[in-house]
């Protein structure tokens, strides 16, 4: 693990990736067993190059909020819109004149 970008070694090309990519050649081709290495590692740069990067799926949670949140803003918008626009009035009611009038008009029909 880089010490300076915190990311791993394979992947990084730095001035600091590569001293740290230098030192555990010479290392390895010491022939020293992985304990030492490790030992050695941490000595030379500090216990922070011994690390595991990240766990992956720690970018997956940035992504998953983002699409419900957008579920939840398509499913609210459409009712939140229909919700705010006035309901259709109810028809005015006949006053007394008119009710009567239309009363002998369907008489007349009957």
Known sequence: ?????????????????????????????????????????????GPGVLTKPGNPWIYIVPIVVALLALGLIAYTIPRWRQRSTPAAERPPQPDQGDQERLNRELDAFR
């Open 1 to 45: 693990m880089c010490v300076s970008c915190h990311q791993p070694l394979n992947q990084v090309y730095s001035p600091e990736a590569q001293a740290e990519k230098g030192t555990l050649q010479q290392l390895a081709d010491k022939g020293l067993p992985l304990s030492q290495i490790k030992s050695q590692m941490a000595s030379d740069y």
